[in-house]
């Protein structure tokens, strides 16, 4: 059953559940197109899960689905963020500037942020090296994210760092943390109403990255897949993504994720046994997006990504013992 009736990205507050909102924000230059706020009631304010990206448009955006539901930024009780990129927490900070609100995110994005305040990233702290970037391949323009800016992060108001329950005044959201998109990323379920606000961790028509923020986990992806199969261990619930329409089943996205990380995992298996021996090796004999491109036709960017990426598949299998791993020189090395 179909909870959107028009194209998700339409502005404009989209009633999801009783008294909730998604609120579809538009997003500068990026490919997945806006990001979902969810304004839930709460008493005589409202409560947001996410914020939006920090940016005129999407600040305007918000204002206006507010004040559709009869509120403004003065009435946001809190805001409670799944996870640090730009577009879910960076609106949020510029609002608590001028109102106060408080902001909640999971306790491990703090290096991350960290790292961001103090200048530096997996990029400086080596990273790519392990992942076999050749030197004459620059890459060095390439910031791990060029919005991850010191001028738009500060720390938030309140770290979770283990399953909570969060009482609003109509109902209880439990914070679960799901590491591996980022390795503090948050969901939010509210069993009693049968809702998942998933935040990227499950996004219904795209596989979420994983593990790319400024300091980068090695074990994002056997994160990942753990956080996946925690929430089969939960009731199945309505999916309220970060990114794309309202879904009626968390259980079966989830199984269709798994799925694919077990092809990736394969293919990037074979890879090896073909003679790839680095991340940069493997990356560049898989092919990517739902199309199927080849690593070459890729801008730096996105080649950036899928690196990134292939090695976190690739340390997956050194930890399960699928393949060896050899660290010569800072590079990583894989064999069957
Ligand atoms: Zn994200």
Redesign the pocket.
Known sequence: MPFDTQPWTEPGPQPVAPGVHRIPLPMPNDGLRAVNVYAIDDGDGLVLIDSGWNDADAKGHLRDALVALGHDFADVRRFLVT?M?A??YTLAIALREEYGTPITLGAAERESIEAILGGSTSRELGEPRRWGIPDEVSMRDIGIDPSHSREVYQLPDEWLDTETDIALTTRTLRAVPTPG??AGHIVFADEAASLLFSG?HVLPHITPSIGFQPVIRRSALTEYLASLRLLLELPDMMLLPAHGPVTDSVHVRVKELLGHHDERLDATQRTVAEGATTAYESASRLTWTGKHRAFDTLGTFNQFLAIGETAAHLEHLATTGVLEQTVRDGVAHYHP
Request: net charge negative; glycine share 0%.
């Open positions: 996870h990129h577009d879910h998109h980022t990227d």
